[in-house]
Antibody, heavy 117, light 107 residues
Framework: VQLVESGGGVVQAGRSLRLSCSAS????????FHWVRQAPGKGLEWLAL????????LLRDSVIGRFSVSRNNLKSILYLQMNSLEVDDTARYFC???????????WGQGTLVAVSS | YELTQAPSVSVAPGETARITCVRN??????VHWYQQQPGQAPVLVVS???DRPPGIPARFSGSSFDNTDTLTISRVEAGDEAAYYC???????????FGGGTKLTVL
């Protein structure tokens, strides 16, 4: 099982970034996927989940209207589109997999996003 | 609507570490625990209050009483030094909630 995030970098406030999470070693369609972030020196913050059929598509309130999540089941890739980025969005962004309502049994190593003012 | 954890716990090698998680206004009583080593991704160590995923040593166990869950690590080793997070699915708000994390220091 492998989850590999990419797409992070340094970006100015107000700009956009799209993160990707490439999955391998298991059947992508069998799982719900999540995005979780961790600001420097801080704890974990769940951001979003997306089911295989996208019927369950949830975002935490603080990012609704700015972030969106999608997936390409043929390519086994999860995406996080982040618009109108703010300095407080600076964090390491992890993708993780799970089942519906179940804990996150595998995580990627994360990709770092730094938003400058 | 939160999970409250003490910021830090310290124990000597071979002792027992107990890390607590208090559910405040979260109805779901099912709690999961993650270990995060410095610079690493989190790893699930206890699920559904007291189950251990494959590969997790029996030294890790979970328990629950009232609105408080406890992760117990027996015979603590230097390699257990990490941050530990509790997690709950808040079904009333459709939101996964993490506790603030507890840093375990092995003296």
């Amino acid at each position: 099982v492998q989850l590999v995030e990419s797409g992070g970098g340094v970006v100015q406030a107000g700009r956009s970034l799209r993160l990707s999470c490439s999955a391998s070693g298991f059947t992508f369609n069998d799982y719900v996927f999540h995005w979780v972030r961790q600001a420097p020196g801080k704890g974990l913050e769940w951001l979003a989940l997306l089911s295989f059929d996208e019927k369950s598509n949830l975002l935490r309130d603080s990012v609704i209207g700015r972030f969106s999540v999608s997936r390409n089941n043929l390519k086994s890739i999860l995406y996080l589109q982040m618009n109108s980025l703010e300095v407080d969005d600076t964090a390491r962004y992890f993708c993780a997999r799970g089942r519906e309502g179940a804990p996150f049994d595998n995580w990627g190593q994360g990709t770092l996003v730094a938003v400058s003012s | 609507y939160e999970l409250t954890q003490a910021p830090s716990v310290s124990v000597a090698p071979g002792e027992t570490a107990r890390i607590t998680c208090v559910r405040n206004n979260i109805e779901n009583e099912i709690v999961h625990w993650y270990q995060q080593q410095p610079g690493q991704a989190p790893v699930l160590v206890v699920s559904y209050n007291n189950d251990r995923p494959p590969g997790i040593p029996a030294r890790f166990s979970g328990s629950s009483f009232d609105n408080t869950d406890t992760l117990t690590i027996s015979r603590v080793e230097a390699g257990d030094e990490a941050a530990y997070y509790c997690q709950v699915w808040d079904f009333n708000r459709d939101l996964w909630v993490f506790g603030g994390g507890t840093k375990l220091t092995v003296l």
